[in-house]
């Protein structure tokens, strides 16, 4: 399954590089996520947890960043397991950032390749998976700029995000389809 998502952050390229390239940082924007190793500055390991119903699934990985700063981009390489579950993940994610704005504002565009299996790879079988994947990153986003402008203002106190609750993410996004589906209707 392939993703494809572009992004804004109220930040010059330099700072959101830098963000990125702190994958503690990453790790804490990310709900759900936790970083528990950081073996050779480029080798990671953490987990992941989300909620589907009753079932609560914690995906223990690792990942691989390499970085080019000239271009700035990258590639993240990753692979877990849900042991309760059985089910594996493994993706592939390229991003690049682009100045905006006069480069007051920087574009992230990302482009991901995953692989489900297991009990949790039905949802990777519809295109609810992108619309659950936008939200996720529309978080992800949001708790970076209160990151950014924390440490802008020298704020210290920035409250870390939830785990992810698949199902209210599910609810989400078929309320939404289903008002685009009226909304053609009437149309």
Do not use: H
Not at 45 to 65: L, N, Q, R
Not at 87 to 104: F, N, Q
């Amino acid at each position: 399954m392939k993703i494809s998502q572009k992004f804004q952050v109220n930040q010059a390229p330099p700072l959101v590089w830098d963000a990125l390239a702190d994958v503690a940082l990453v790790a804490e924007c990310l709900p759900g996520a936790e970083l528990t190793e950081a073996d050779d500055g480029r080798t990671y390991k953490g987990t992941m947890k989300i909620k589907v119903g009753p079932i609560t699934a914690s995906f223990a990985g690792k990942a691989i960043v390499e970085r080019d700063e000239q271009n700035f981009s990258g590639t993240v390489e990753g692979s877990g397991a849900d042991s309760g579950s059985g089910s594996r993940a493994k993706a592939t994610m390229r991003y690049a950032l682009t100045p905006l704005e006069g480069g007051k504002v920087t574009e992230v565009a990302i482009e991901a390749d995953i692989v489900l299996s297991g009990s949790l790879a039905q949802f990777g079988r519809s295109d609810i998976i992108n619309d659950i994947s936008a939200r996720l990153t529309d978080a992800f986003v949001s708790n970076l700029q209160t990151r950014l402008a924390a440490g802008a203002e020298g704020s210290e106190t920035v409250p870390s995000p939830k785990e992810i609750d698949a199902i209210s993410l599910v609810v989400f996004v078929l309320w939404k389809r289903f008002l685009r589906f009226l909304g053609r209707l009437r149309g």
